[in-house]
């Protein structure tokens, strides 16, 4: 079994950052890929980036550079650091992981929220 607890959301004017992170406990090996998605209030969850045994990364074309996702493997932690935000990135973001890529997620937490707004 698998832990994710995320924190680190809040409000934040357009234009400002954001770093949310994802403390994992429990087997290490359910935690080998750890991923963030969020979901906006009437849309569907969608994929924002991963990080792969803290040697790889995947991110979604929509994320332009202005996410990027980070991890500190003796914490367990991985980070999601959002910058330039803008008001279509409200939404409830959450922590996912798993074993390999295609069970990535396998385990959720709870979700952070971040609302954009000025």
């Known amino acids: 079994q698998v832990q994710l607890v995320e924190s680190g959301g809040g409000l934040v004017q357009p234009g400002g950052s954001l770093r949310l992170s994802c403390a994992a406990s429990g087997r290490s090996s359910h935690f080998y890929v750890m991923g963030w998605y969020r979901q906006a209030p009437g849309k569907q969850r969608e994929f924002i980036a991963r990080?792969?045994?803290?040697?790889?990364?995947n991110y979604a074309t929509f994320v332009k550079g202005r996410f990027t996702v980070s991890r500190d493997n003796a914490k367990n932690t991985v980070y999601l650091q959002l910058n330039n935000l803008r008001p279509e990135d409200t939404a409830v973001y959450y922590c996912s992981s798993g074993s390999s890529v295609i069970t990535s997620t396998s385990y959720w937490g709870q979700g952070t929220q971040v609302t954009v707004s000025s």
């Open positions: 990080d792969i045994g803290g040697e790889n990364t």
